[in-house]
């Protein structure tokens, strides 16, 4: 009978700032070990006794020094950071967060550069394939859809 692996847990944070309708976009250090050069939102591990929501407010300090709002979930994940093995395999929720002033963060030493673009930037930028483009193309269209009302009771309550 072959051994049951078990699933990292991770968290994306896809942080937006409304007056400029920009994302922000950070590429990896190139030191890293998975993903180095590469852009991507406030990504992390969910660590043993934590809630996804705890997670992602500690790795967007952690990675950017702020506090962010929890708008709305853009969907889940699940993938490989590197190679396609049991230790590899991470399943994760995808958030869409907000910042109102966005001249506020600091990135860390886990990335050499912040970008804010447009969405129509970002789908310049990025290829279609990649999961960054594809994860804002949820957003833009759940952002516009959903109700206001709905966007400040997750504020207020959170998801959990």
């Not at 970008?115 to 930028?125: H, I, M, N």
């Amino acid at each position: 009978m072959p051994t049951i692996g078990h699933f990292i847990a991770g968290i994306a944070a896809l942080i937006y700032h409304p007056p400029s309708q920009t994302y922000l976009l950070l590429r990896r250090a190139t030191d890293k070990d998975a993903g180095a050069g590469e852009w991507e939102c406030v990504t992390g591990r969910v660590d043993q006794g934590e809630s996804f929501e705890q997670a992602l407010i500690r790795e967007v300090r952690e990675e950017i020094g702020v506090t962010v709002a929890l708008d709305f979930i853009i969907g889940t994940t699940h993938f490989y950071r590197g190679a396609p093995v049991p230790e590899n395999e991470l399943v994760g929720v995808k958030y869409a967060c907000s910042i109102a002033e966005r001249d506020s963060i600091t990135i860390s030493a886990e990335h050499s550069e912040q970008r804010w673009l447009t969405a129509d930037e970002v789908y310049a930028l990025l290829a279609p394939d990649h999961w960054l483009y594809r994860t804002i193309q949820r957003a833009e269209i759940l952002r516009t859809a959903l109700p206001q009302t709905i966007i400040d009771l997750h504020r207020r309550e959170g998801f959990e």
